[in-house]
Nanobody, 115 residues
Framework: QVQLVESGGGSVQPGGSLRLSCTAS?????MGWYRQAPGTQRELVAT???????NYADSVKGRFTISRDNAKNTVDLQMNSLKAEDTAVYYC????????????WGQGTQVTVSS
């Protein structure tokens, strides 16, 4: 099972920026981020494959950018123009290639957007 360690997060005012980073214990096909706000289900934010193919939630397109460094087994999420509705616990995730492979999860990091 791959291990995921997150860093970043914190509190910012609306319109501000934050950057999240995650390091995996080994190379893995897909890495990305999900988030979960209180009382809601965990939802996709963005993912990126080892080839660089990306997938974003409609709610973050144009504001968030996901990137990865395959040599370092890291994935970053640059979050700009943050809104109050982006407030959530953000989880790094990773999985091997294939539709039925299980996801590994990080411990989560809090992002709070508030004036």
């Amino acid at each position: 099972q791959v291990q995921l360690v997150e860093s970043g997060g914190g509190s910012v005012q609306p319109g501000g920026s934050l950057r999240l980073s995650c390091t995996a214990s080994r190379t893995i096909f897909s890495m990305g981020w999900y988030r979960q706000a209180p009382g809601t289900q965990r939802e996709l934010v963005a993912t990126i494959t080892i080839e660089g193919s990306t997938n974003y939630a409609d709610s973050v397109k144009g504001r968030f950018t996901i990137s990865r460094d395959n040599a370092k087994n890291t994935v970053d999420l640059q979050m700009n123009s943050l809104k109050a509705e982006d407030t959530a616990v953000y989880y790094c995730t990773a999985r091997e290639f294939g539709p039925l492979t299980a996801r590994a999860w990080g411990q989560g990091t809090q992002v709070t957007v508030s004036s």
